[in-house]
Structures are given as structure tokens and as C-alpha cells.
């Protein structure tokens, strides 16, 4: 069994700052890519910002700049520091991970989402 649990979302004024949490627990072996999604009401969900295999960072255009994904392989958890936000930014933020299980099987987990809304 495999779990992504997500925290950190809330609301806050535009110009604020956030900064979200996924730890990933269970029968792990290994983690070839973490890291979030979004999903907008009526909009398709969406890249956010992610490590892929050999550490790179991929970031959606929008966020680049404002947003920095890290993470502590130690404790399978990714952060989302997201600052200066917007309100197009309002959304579920959602954690992805493509990992090994300890059973050998290769699949994409998802945690349960958290709100980030942001107005005055």
C-alpha cells in the first residue's frame, strides 16, 4: 500500500506565500518522478512543477519564477514553496508520484488534493 498525503494549502491575499508538503508512505522502493499537479474549477488539470529522473525541475511556464519545487529524498516528501501568487493561481493542488513498489510494480499514485485559494 501506497500513500501521498498533501498539507500546506489554505487561503491568502495575492502576493502571499504558501508552502505545500507531500509525503509519500507505504511498500516504496523506489521514486522515478514527484511532484504537483493543479486543477482549476471547469479547467483541465495541469503541470505545476516536477522532479523528473536525474533531478531535473520542470516547471509550467505560469509559475516559473515564483514557485520552487524541492525535496528531501531521506523522508519522500516533496515541498511546493509558491510565492508571490495570484488569483488564477486558485486551484487543488494535487502531488504525483511515478514510483517502484517493494512488490516490483511501476505505477502513478496521486494524493487526495489541497485547496490553495487565493483572494482579498
Known amino acids: 500500500q501506497v500513500q501521498l498525503v498533501e498539507s500546506g494549502g489554505g487561503l491568502v491575499q495575492p502576493g502571499g506565500s504558501l508552502r505545500l508538503s507531500c509525503a509519500a508512505s507505504?511498500?516504496?522502493?523506489?521514486?522515478?518522478?514527484m511532484g504537483w499537479h493543479r486543477q482549476a474549477p471547469g479547467k483541465e488539470r495541469e503541470l505545476v512543477a516536477t522532479?523528473?529522473?536525474?533531478?531535473?525541475?520542470n516547471y509550467a511556464d505560469s509559475v516559473k519564477g515564483r514557485f520552487t519545487i524541492s525535496r528531501d529524498n531521506a523522508a519522500n516528501t516533496v515541498y511546493l514553496q509558491m510565492n508571490s501568487l495570484k488569483p488564477e493561481d486558485t486551484a487543488v493542488y494535487y502531488c504525483?508520484?511515478?514510483?517502484?513498489?517493494?512488490?516490483?510494480?511501476?505505477?502513478?499514485?496521486w494524493g487526495q488534493g489541497t485547496q490553495v485559494t487565493v483572494s482579498s
Open positions: 522532479f523528473t529522473s536525474g533531478d531535473t525541475r
Open positions: 507505504g511498500s516504496i522502493f523506489s521514486i522515478n518522478t
Open positions: 504525483n508520484a511515478n514510483l517502484v513498489t517493494s512488490w516490483g510494480s511501476s505505477r502513478d499514485y
